[in-house]
């Protein structure tokens, strides 16, 4: 049973290109949440989302920043126009949902930005 | 979802209990108390949750207080690779995210 596998692990890309970073989450999940880390920062809520749809977005910039869980296929956090502060560790979490009361969130290896 | 108050820091000898506070004042009825841990720059581990009555696992205990105002995770016979931020959050029923703080680094030394 695979965890929450995220991919790339690492990712380099020049000021000004885009990012795109997948998440598929565990089997059975059909929530996902997308955090930021910055260097020797905590972890950032950036986005949630069930399948086709964004639930909470209230941590996403609000520019150049947009996330996808279509019906088939990962989650698509993308990053357009990077920027050096976007240099960070990005994490994806899964669950299975919120009928059970207790929301556990299972949490990806996370996908590392380097923008140079 | 109501706040949570960790000390920044704490160190534990190898074998020893490690009991890590959390202070939740505000919690509500429905909100559940949830840890996390984070090794280096790993992803995230669940540890553990409660509602009301203190729970157990293979990892960790947690005591919930009475008024729920309060609570502790312990764990039992800390190792070197216990050594992590820990990560306190209350979090209602039925929410979606959940909002890490800046957690506790525990350090188990030798």
Known sequence: ?116 | DAKTTQPTSMDCAEGRAANLPCNHSTISGNEYVYWYRQIHSQGPQYIIHGLKNNETNEMASLIITEDRKSSTLILPHATLRDTAVYYCIVMRTNAGKSTFGDGTTLTVKP
């Open chain 1, 1 to 116: 049973n695979a965890g929450v596998m995220q991919n790339p692990r690492h990712l380099v890309r020049r000021r000004g290109q885009e990012a795109r970073l997948r998440c598929s989450p565990m089997k059975g999940h059909s929530h996902v949440y997308w955090y930021r880390q910055l260097p020797e920062e905590g972890l950032k809520f950036m986005v949630y989302l069930q399948k086709e749809n964004i639930i909470d977005e209230s941590g996403m910039p609000k520019e150049r920043f947009s996330a996808e869980f279509p019906k088939e296929g990962p989650s698509i956090l993308r990053i357009q126009q990077v920027v050096r502060g976007d240099s960070a560790a990005y994490f994806c979490a899964s669950s299975p949902g919120l009928n059970s009361g207790a929301n556990v969130l299972t949490f990806g290896a996370g996908s590392r930005l380097t923008v140079l």
